[in-house]
């Protein structure tokens, strides 16, 4: 799984629509403030934009239940092409472990694909065709978010409860957006298990 970051907004609208004083002190403390107080609706005014490539369908069908404040394009299956690339598929780490179970998925995904080329041969359109595929093809989708939603998608998905993939992908995310200073002020406020 690979996450790339293609824009960000400021926080800089957040800063300036909640200044009440010209108190540095007060204006230093905003981030606090909002998190603290659950004004996740001030969040809503930047946003992020990245890629995530190397995922699977599965995931991705979990990850698109996250409408709100969010906008996705996903790769369509149509142009994918398992006879392309022999990487075309995620193998889920509790398969990968046991060498027996890891060869059994191999050779299922390899008929996959068989028969994937079979209905094409017998010209079969791509959109039927891809009917054979499992919901282990790995695809490419473009997500934008406000943070907000973000921190929202962390609530459900961050937790150990969580599916591995998907889990792993809010990880990767929340590692990415400490690496944006505006963001991280406000996402270091926010404590996993407190927006509802």
Same mark, same amino acid.
């Given at each position: 799984?690979?996450?790339?970051? *293609?824009? !960000? &907004?400021? %926080?800089?609208?957040?800063?300036?629509?909640?200044?009440?004083?010209?108190?540095? /002190?007060?204006?230093?403390?905003?981030?606090?403030?909002?998190m603290?107080?659950?004004?996740?609706?001030?969040?809503?005014?930047?946003?992020?934009?990245?890629?995530?490539?190397?995922?699977?369908?599965?995931?991705?069908?979990?990850?698109?239940?996250?409408? *709100?404040? !969010? &906008?996705? %394009?996903q790769?369509?299956?149509?142009?994918?092409?398992?006879?392309?690339?022999? /990487?075309?598929?995620?193998?889920?780490?509790?398969?990968?472990?046991?060498?027996?179970?890891?060869?059994?998925?191999?050779?299922?995904?390899?008929?996959?694909?068989?028969?994937?080329?079979?209905?094409?041969?017998?010209?079969?359109?791509?959109?039927?065709?891809?009917?054979?595929?499992?919901?282990?093809?790995?695809?490419?989708?473009?997500?934008?978010?406000?943070m907000?939603?973000?921190?929202?998608?962390?609530?459900?998905?961050?937790?150990?409860?969580?599916?591995w993939?998907?889990?792993?992908?809010?990880?990767?995310?929340?590692?990415?957006?400490?690496?944006?200073?505006?963001?991280?002020?406000?996402?270091?406020?926010?404590?996993?298990?407190?927006?509802?």
């Amino acid at each position: 799984m690979k996450i790339d970051l *293609i824009q !960000v &907004t400021s %926080t800089k609208g957040i800063i300036e629509g909640m200044k009440t004083s010209r108190r540095k /002190d007060h204006i230093e403390r905003i981030p606090e403030k909002v998190m603290k107080w659950g004004h996740w609706s001030v969040l809503e005014h930047c946003s992020m934009t990245v890629k995530i490539s190397e995922i699977s369908r599965a995931c991705t069908h979990q990850l698109v239940r996250h409408r *709100i404040g !969010v &906008t996705f %394009t996903q790769e369509s299956q149509r142009y994918f092409d398992p006879l392309i690339n022999p /990487d075309w598929y995620v193998i889920p780490p509790r398969i990968s472990r046991d060498e027996e179970l890891k060869q059994e998925y191999i050779n299922a995904r390899k008929k996959e694909a068989e028969e994937y080329r079979y209905y094409r041969e017998k010209g079969i359109p791509r959109e039927d065709a891809r009917f054979c595929l499992p919901n282990a093809c790995k695809t490419i989708i473009t997500w934008t978010f406000n943070m907000s939603s973000l921190i929202w998608f962390f609530e459900k998905r961050l937790k150990k409860d969580a599916q591995w993939e998907i889990r792993e992908l809010a990880q990767k995310l929340y590692d990415l957006v400490l690496t944006v200073p505006e963001w991280a002020e406000f996402l270091k406020q926010w404590k996993l298990g407190t927006r509802f």
